[in-house]
């Protein structure tokens, strides 16, 4: 039987360690946090909304946990201003089919359990080079799906297709609850809120799922470095960010002021501050041995 090793525990590793056991293939699952740790100490890495085909995917697996109690996104509402204070348009859309955004720390823990109970293995360990090399000495296929740059260093920046040096946003994500489940101004359905501002970035929300049940919106901001935007990244926490995103909103597109006005943070540690260059890597890492290993998820890619 085929051993595979399979490092990083989110969204890509473990559909592909669980695509791969599936399949016969022996797989170990490395992950740096406990399904607990995930739970209790971890922050999301992000909103990820997955569509139809990734639901699709993850049904065939036998993974999708939450369809019948996370919000649905429904669609698109959009508000383009080309400069301050001109709320030039607004277009609304339909999906055909709805998407789900679900805490990624809910996610890997119970997408962790679960190889474990269908019979793969799993070991909890901060994987470095020198590891790397002894997983992939033991093992016929290595997929390094972690976002740490020691091991995305491994897979070369592939040039012909990455247009960008530096990163072209600040980036800040809170999660949080006590707002509507709905648009006061598109009751009607619940879309994707975004605010497109042309010179300046953009500032949108998300209907998400947390880990501890709320049906919630994760509030993402991208600010182009000096303008308006940029106020946030020097954030400290949760209730920090999300002091100063009520403000933005209030100065750049005060029509959702009152929507979120009496949000709160889903948890403490539901946020994330910072930037990265937009960058595609070669697919194959050599080891300092020479042996080779593979990139998937944010090692491959950083979008």
């Not at 995917?57 to 698109?76: K, M, N, S, T, Y």
Request: with cysteine; charged share 20%; glycine share 8%.
């Amino acid at each position: 039987m085929p051993k595979v090793a399979v490092v990083g525990a989110g969204q890509a590793g473990l559909l592909a360690a669980h695509a791969l056991h599936r399949q016969g293939h022996e797989v170990t699952l490395y992950s740096d946090r406990t399904p607990e740790d995930f739970l209790t100490k971890a922050r999301p890495t992000g909103t990820a909304a997955r569509f139809e085909m990734s639901l699709a995917f993850e049904r065939e697996l036998g993974l999708e946990r939450w369809f019948d109690v996370a919000p649905h996104g429904e669609g698109i509402h959009l508000t383009f201003s080309p400069a301050l204070d001109n709320q030039l348009l607004t277009l609304l859309g339909r999906f055909s089919k709805p998407f789900l955004a679900v805490d990624v720390r809910l996610q890997s823990a119970t997408w962790i359990r679960e190889l474990d109970d269908r019979g793969g293995q799993v070991e909890i360990a901060n994987v470095d080079v020198s590891m790397l090399e002894q997983i992939a000495a033991a093992n016929d296929l290595t997929v390094v799906a972690a976002g740490r740059r020691e091991l995305q260093s491994l897979f070369p920046r592939d040039e012909s297709r990455s247009s960008y040096r530096e990163p072209q946003r600040i980036l800040g994500m809170v999660n949080v609850t006590g707002v509507a489940d709905v648009l006061p101004y598109a009751p009607w359905f619940r879309p994707v809120k975004f605010n497109f501002f042309a010179p300046f970035g953009e500032m949108f929300w998300v209907p998400w799922y947390s880990k501890d049940g709320h049906r919630a919106w994760s509030v993402l901001l991208e600010a182009k470095a000096g303008g308006p935007i940029d106020q946030f990244k020097h954030a400290g926490s949760a209730e920090e960010l999300l002091g100063i995103a009520k403000r933005l909103i209030r100065d750049l597109c005060p029509w959702d002021a009152d929507w979120i006005a009496d949000a709160v943070p889903c948890d403490d540690n539901a946020w994330l501050v910072g930037s990265f260059v937009p960058e595609v890597r070669q697919v194959v890492g050599t080891l300092p041995s020479g042996r080779h290993v593979m990139a998937l998820g944010d090692t491959a890619q950083s979008l």
